[in-house]
């Protein structure tokens, strides 16, 4: 489904920095990752390249055996929309949009009928409990709702591959959980492929597989296996080795 | 670091945020200037322009001055409404309102002396370009040489240091601290989408129904009157129609999720209703101005057209004599030998015909009639150049200028018609028809007869002689100095039609510039409200397109989304103001009863014709920019 080989990123500056060194990466049809890391450890580059948002120094991006790097603007315009969903880190959403009006953007701009995007826009807010809000704008809404209606527009068009940037960085624990139970139907119900940045070792619990990042490199991964209680331990086990306390992480954000 | 050279750095740091608002300001001050470079130029002063014309230009001088304040304050509230977010930090951080107001006095203070100096510089090369236009294309005896202008430096900068220091008191002093929450929350916050009544959006239509009924319907000096009512009822329908139907459509387009939800439509209206507020009082304020703008040149070229082409219509040929009436045949001879002799002086081929006016009885006493013979009103039509007539024996045709304009009474043809032409034995010839020609000049009309009839006329009651001479094409130069010298000499009786629309054109010019001038001072200020409307709105719509991008957006969509924006900000405004010009100026012709639909096409076409090409421009440059800042 995806895969990585030698992605390697260097920002050139005053002083040229290798956010990124030789990263291999695959990802499995209907699989769900999650990406840990200290501050600074390149989460969001490594997301960025993924999510053609930003170019690789070196190094194959590969989505469903395309390149999406080596298509041409429009074509990777129209890759996006209908093949990503992305769940931004800042919301990304317009304020000049109703939520609904939000959520049905990346159908309208497919010319969708307005019947499906209706249905669709309804399906989606009422398993996402944000149904009461669907006419307010964006500006009325608290930031847990705005996080909600990012990832109904992020799923509307049923993407193959959802990346996520810290979709519960703003939640309290119940809505975090809420959001993560809501990604893993999603995962299990359409075999959406999963990959989430997070620092928060509880929404990393509910992947099956964490990768580690640190000073730009792949460090280690764990598995799953059947319980999930045990691999929440594993995490903090591992983030705890990494670098310390594991709480360090909570708090920073890009 | 001082509180003051916070705000001073704050302004030099933040460039691309006060470019806009500098460069409105510049412009007016640039716009005020070049007036000032013309209203002192001493061409003017001389004494040679007449007063009403240096009155109207004292009048345009004022109105521009008032209008450069309502710009500057317009201008002002718009950028500090795009700054509140940063006051809400600063607030927020510990500011006082006092520090803020303060803060904002001294950014103004500032960037009003900058644009006050660039403006200055920015005119004289503004008026070296109008000053160019104008020699090309009026004729201004006075040359309208460049001047260094000192007075018009030192009035400028006075009125403007003066403008920037009122408006900054005022602005300082009613920038009303909001509630910080609001601040903070600055753009995002709706500015409100503005209620639409439905009554209302009733009202604007029907106003403008029968603003444009009544200007379209009165006649003659009814135009006069109905002026003022006219332009009070349309100005109040063009903000209501940008106020309320614009946006009750709006909604309604809105609210049918068939067409909102349609491809980039959704990012189109939502964005429009979203600014609608700002957007309709822009949009008022330049459909207003432009249709000022073209009223004013559309009228002025129209009033010109209508004295010269009415002059031009009316002699078709190139020089005319007419003696006095108590004048012997020696003078006569005499006078037509030198107008022959200046003619030759000047090199002038032309054809020469000569005619015995005859008038004659009629039935009723005291008044006479000419009767013209058939070869003789051939002889001179071929000269002019018109159509020949060829008349039955014992036919008589009505001749009645299409030019000549009697006040009040029937038409002359209609008394012609009904009466006849007598001959010595008794007969009458009715006249069979009319035609309209300018062969011969005679206010009443006259009958053209078969030279047979004409034998049988009897003596006529009195006789002039009227002398014609048509000069080859291309001496268009030359005629006009022989018809200078004819002017001179033979003052009155011999008239040369090219050298007294000259005349005309001359004193007509300063009049003319001035209008040509002010309604492109007021055209090209309507166009810098677009674009500064615009461009404030830039670093939000970057935003936008940078978050619509990430979710996937084509180049040919976010083409389209950003050209039917621009376009509807363009024309919108544009299509009304030409309705309202093109209303203005038919009426006009109605109060003159004169056909300007070529004029008007003119005048309104060229406008539209710099605004589209205006729009290609900008839209060329706010696409690049949006389109890099999505890269
Ligand atoms: N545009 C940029 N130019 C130069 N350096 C950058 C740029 N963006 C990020 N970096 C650097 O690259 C490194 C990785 O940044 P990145 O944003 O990927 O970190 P992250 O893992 O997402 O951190 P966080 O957990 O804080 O969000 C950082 O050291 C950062 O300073
Ligand atoms: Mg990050």
Redesign the pocket.
Known sequence: MLKLSKVSKV?E?KVA?R?LNDINLEIEKGEFVAIM?P????????LNIISTNDQPTTGEVEIDGKNPHKLTKNALAKFRRNELGFIFQDFNLMHTLTVEENIVLPLTLDGARVKVMKEKASKLAVSLGIESIMNKRTYEISGGQAQRVAIARAMIHEPKLLLADEPTGNLDSKASKDVMSMLVSINEKEKTSLLM?T?DPQAASYSDRVVFIRDGKLHSEIHRGENRQAFFQKIIDMLSLMGGDGNDFSS??? | MTFRQFAFNNVLRNKRLYIAYFLSSMFTVMVFFTFAIFAFHPAFSGGSVNENALFGMAVAGGIIYVFSFFFVLYSMSSFLQSRKKEFGLLIMLGASNKQIRWMVFLENIFIGFLATVAGILAGLVFAKAILLVAENVLIISESLYFYFPTLAIVITLVSFIFLFFCISVFVSVILRTNKLVNLIKGDKQSKGEPKASVILSILAALLLIVGYGTALYVKGVNVVVAMVPVIIVVTLGTYLLFTQLSVYVIRQLKRNKSIFWRKTNMLLFSDLSFRMKDNARTFFMVAIISTVAFSAIGTLYGFQSYLTKGIKEVNPYTVTYSPWGGDSEEIIEQDINEINAILQEENIDAKMESIELTYFDTHEKDRNVLIVRASDYNRFAALGGETELSLKENEAIVVEQSGAVVAGGPKASEVLMKSSVQLDNGQEVQPSHVVESEVLSEINGYYVVHDKVYENLGRPVRSEINVAWKANEGQHDQVLDAGKKLNEQLEYKAFSVDYSLFEINKAFGPILFIGLFIGIVFFVSAGSFLYFRLFTDLEGEKQKFRSIAKIGLTQAELKKVVNRQIALLFFSPIVVALIHGAVALTALSHMFDYNLIEEASIVLGSFALIQIIYFLLVRFFYVKQVKRSIM
Do not use: C
């Not at chain 1, 501050?39 to 490594?46: A, D, E, I, Y």
């Open positions: 920002y500056g920095y956010a890391g501050s600074g450890s390149g989460k969001t580059t490594l940045v620092h920073v954000r890009v």
